[in-house]
């Protein structure tokens, strides 16, 4: 399994970016996704996490209402559309992959099995 993240780049504050990660060697539709982020000298954080069917998704509180996160399984990719940047976004931005069977969506790191290799996101105030 390869998760493959892009996306990333310079933004300025209240602007928007979207993520994708692309996955390759197993059934991407089996899959929960997720995103967490490392900003520099913090630990990694949970962001979004979408279910593998039919696409429930949950948000941590600090993007909840300014992320969205979607997946198109014909693609074998999931997306984190982010809007209303803020400088504390500013972060390496992760995608995983969550191979338990049930609905359970979790913002633990340790319950994903496969990472991505990460894409810089910078906001500028």
């Known amino acids: 399994v390869q998760l493959q993240a892009c996306g990333g780049g310079l933004v300025q504050a209240g602007g928007s970016l979207r993520l994708s990660c692309v996955a390759s060697?197993?059934?991407?539709?089996?899959?929960?996704m997720g995103w967490f982020r490392q900003a520099p000298g913090k630990e990694r954080e949970f962001v979004a996490a979408?279910?593998?069917?039919?696409?429930?998704?949950y948000f941590a509180d600090s993007v909840k209402d300014r992320f969205t996160m979607s997946r198109d399984n014909s693609k074998n990719t999931a997306y984190l559309n982010m809007t209303s940047l803020k400088p504390g976004d500013t972060a390496v931005y992760y995608c995983?992959?969550?191979?338990?069977?049930?609905?359970?969506?979790?913002?633990?790191?340790?319950?994903?099995?496969?990472w991505g290799q990460g894409t810089l996101v910078t906001v500028s105030s």
């Open positions: 995983a992959a969550d191979q338990r069977s049930g609905s359970y969506l979790s913002s633990y790191d340790t319950a994903y099995d496969y």
């Open positions: 060697g197993r059934t991407f539709s089996d899959w929960h």
């Open positions: 979408i279910s593998r069917n039919p696409g429930h998704t």
